[in-house]
């Protein structure tokens, strides 16, 4: 049975950083792209960040990438998201996915999904 499990979502203040982990049990991350996604209340999921199996190939919203940052550990079956410089329309539930290629995991239409990580960042 596929889970993943993200990890380390919580509250902070503007200007604060977090680092979200999402750890994959029963496939090999290291046969997937990985990626993560957020929801925020009252707004359709969107598209944060892709890294490629390999983890040579990163792609990041263009709102986002230059405050956050994905890589993975294949070696521990997981994917991180780096977050620095939060805001508070950074809050929603992040949600981490794990498909075939990176452009699937942009896609955000199918593979593995995690039950999302809350994150709140206060003014």
């Known amino acids: 049975q596929v889970q993943l499990v993200e990890s380390g979502g919580g509250s902070v203040q503007a200007g604060g950083s977090l680092r979200l982990s999402c750890a994959a049990s029963?496939?090999?991350?290291?046969?997937?792209?990985m990626g993560w996604f957020r929801q925020a209340p009252g707004k359709e999921r969107e598209f944060v960040a892709a890294?490629?199996?390999?983890?040579?190939?990163?792609y990041a919203a263009d709102s986002m990438k230059e405050r956050f940052t994905i890589s993975r550990d294949n070696a521990r079956n997981t994917v991180y998201l780096q977050m620095n410089s939060l805001k508070p329309e950074d809050t929603a539930v992040y949600f981490c996915?794990?498909?075939?290629?990176?452009?699937?995991?942009?896609?955000?239409?199918?593979?593995?999904w995690g039950p999302g990580t809350q994150v709140t960042v206060s003014s």
């Open positions: 029963g496939l090999s991350s290291s046969s997937y792209a």
């Open positions: 996915n794990a498909a075939p290629t990176r452009s699937t995991v942009q896609a955000g239409t199918s593979g593995y």
């Open positions: 890294i490629s199996v390999s983890g040579n190939v990163r």
